[in-house]
T-cell receptor, first 117, second 114 residues
Framework: AQTVTQSQPEMSVQEAETVTLSCTYD???????LFWYKQPPSRQMILVIR??????QNATENRFSVNFQKAAKSFSLKISDSQLGDAAMYFC??????????????FGKGTHLIIQP | ETGVTQTPRHLVMGMTNKKSLKCEQH?????MYWYKQSAKKPLELMFV???????ENNSVPSRFSPECPNSSHLFLHLHTLQPEDSALYLC?????????????FGPGTRLTVT
């Protein structure tokens, strides 16, 4: 079974600075997909960024980028120029390339990101 | 707003009660999901539906009974729950069941079993 580990229960960063959230996963699959979801205090979870394992190029979405190290099974999220609106729980998630999607997402426990003004 | 709504937002029920959670998506998606979010634990996938057909049941106790009458609505019927079932129940939808699809989550129903 796949597992996703987020070793940082909580992180704090000054506004406008950069922060990196770590995520590691365990799988025997070679093709899979990785995601970072954000859950603000309002509780509606939204997708931040995603990565296809067969692509070596790291995904980027504006201030958000990932450092995907397939051999190390590591998928960290970097947030540049942190803003107060970035404060949330961040979940790393994995999905196998099953061809049918029936496995859903496997989530980590989450990292609570605090932005200090 | 993600286009996925859930009602009620909060629910307190006794162990002998029967209640239902409702999820509705306004996105024209074909796949819907139920997740359970407990404190200090990762989100757990409970059920997956595609075009109103259940495609996954992740060893969920029978006291949880899903229903998907059409591709826009998903219910979770609850009966004789246990206190450990108290959690945030999240509904999600995606265009299809493809693995790289973004899932759109509802705000959740905070369930407390007394």
């Amino acid at each position: 079974a796949q597992t996703v580990t987020q070793s940082q229960p909580e992180m704090s960063v000054q506004e406008a600075e950069t922060v990196t959230l770590s995520c590691t996963y365990d799988t025997s699959e070679s093709d899979y997909y990785l995601f970072w979801y954000k859950q603000p205090p309002s509780r509606q979870m939204i997708l931040v960024i995603r990565q296809e394992a067969y692509k070596q190029q790291n995904a980027t979405e504006n201030r958000f980028s990932v450092n995907f190290q397939k051999a190390a099974k590591s998928f960290s999220l970097k947030i540049s120029d942190s803003q107060l609106g970035d404060a949330a729980m961040y979940f790393c998630a994995y999905r196998t390339d099953s061809g049918g999607g029936a496995d859903g997402l496997t989530f980590g426990k989450g990292t609570h990101l605090i932005i200090q003004p | 707003e993600t286009g996925v709504t859930q009602t009620p937002r909060h629910l307190v029920m006794g162990m002998t009660n029967k209640k239902s959670l409702k999820c509705e998506q306004h996105l024209g998606h074909n796949a819907m999901y139920w997740y359970k979010q407990s404190a200090k634990k990762p989100l757990e996938l409970m059920f997956v539906y595609s075009l109103e057909e259940r495609v996954e049941n992740n060893s969920v106790p029978s006291r949880f009974s899903p229903e998907c009458p059409n591709s826009s609505h998903l219910f979770l019927h609850l009966h004789t729950l246990q206190p450990e079932d108290s959690a945030l129940y999240l509904c999600a939808s995606s265009q299809d069941l493809w693995d790289f699809e973004e899932q759109y989550f509802g705000p959740g129903t905070r369930l407390t079993v007394t």
